[in-house]
């Protein structure tokens, strides 16, 4: 069985860092570009950041780029974002999210349940 | 960036109807778009990808239809778990953006 358990959300000020972490199991991790895909309270799904099978290739919404960076580490299963200069509208539950390709084809058929950053004074 | 537009924003249905959802891109995704179904305090599941292809385990009520920049997501006979957010979502202006649509709530009627 597929999952995805994402963990490192907190509540944290503007201008702040936080690193946000995905455990991935029951899947050849590897063999699979992931995403963060993230959810502001009450609204819609915005990507966010993809990584390449072997993280050789990365990609951001334009909303994040410069302040987040994505990562993997296939010997640990571990997906992550360094997320930097937050802002208020960054306020989301971030989903870890499985893409169907080893590069990206741009579709997920597994989530995790979410982590939910606050971005707040 | 690709805009994707879903109507409506909320549809009232009832269990045992047939419920059309639609979706419209603002320039041509071919056939790259999939759906997703999200129910509250859960995270979004897939249903449908390549516009007309179910996923794994996807009930057969759940169809999609459509190319270019106009979709549908089809329920054929909603059941009481149908009831949700569906959101749709391009992925042919890769890798430089994934969009989604606003989302439309099928609620009972």
């Known amino acids: 069985e597929v999952q995805l358990v994402e963990s490192g959300g907190v509540v944290v000020q503007p201008g702040g860092s936080l690193r946000l972490s995905c455990a991935a199991s029951?899947?050849?991790?590897?063999?699979?570009?992931m995403h963060w895909v993230r959810q502001a309270p009450g609204k819609g799904l915005e990507w966010v950041s993809l990584?390449?099978?072997?993280?050789?290739?990365?990609y951001y919404a334009d909303s994040v780029k410069g302040r987040f960076t994505i990562s993997r580490d296939n010997s640990k299963n571990s997906l992550y974002l360094q997320m930097n200069s937050l802002r208020a509208e960054d306020t989301a539950l971030y989903y870890c999210?499985?893409?169907?390709?080893?590069?990206?084809?741009?579709?997920?058929?597994?989530w995790g349940q979410g982590t939910l950053v606050t971005v707040s004074s | 960036e690709i805009v994707m537009t879903q109507s409506p924003a909320t549809l009232s249905v009832s269990p045992g109807e047939r419920a059309t959802l639609s979706c419209r891109a603002s320039?041509?995704?071919?056939?790259?778009l999939a759906w997703y179904q999200q129910k509250p305090g859960q995270a979004p599941r897939l249903l449908i990808y390549?516009?007309?292809t179910r996923a794994t385990g996807i009930p057969a009520r759940f169809s999609g239809s459509g190319s270019g920049t106009e979709f549908t997501l089809t329920i054929s006979s909603l059941q009481s778990e149908d009831f949700a957010v569906y959101y749709c979502?391009?992925?042919?202006?890769?890798?430089?953006?994934?969009?989604f649509g606003g989302g439309t709530k099928v609620e009972i009627k």
């Open positions: 990584i390449s099978w072997d993280g050789g290739s990365t």
């Open positions: 029951g899947f050849t991790f590897d063999d699979y570009a």
């Open positions: 390549g516009a007309s």
């Open positions: 979502q391009q992925y042919n202006n890769w890798p430089l953006a994934l969009t």
């Open positions: 320039q041509s995704v071919s056939s790259n």
């Open positions: 999210a499985k893409d169907v390709d080893s590069s990206g084809y741009g579709y997920f058929d597994y």
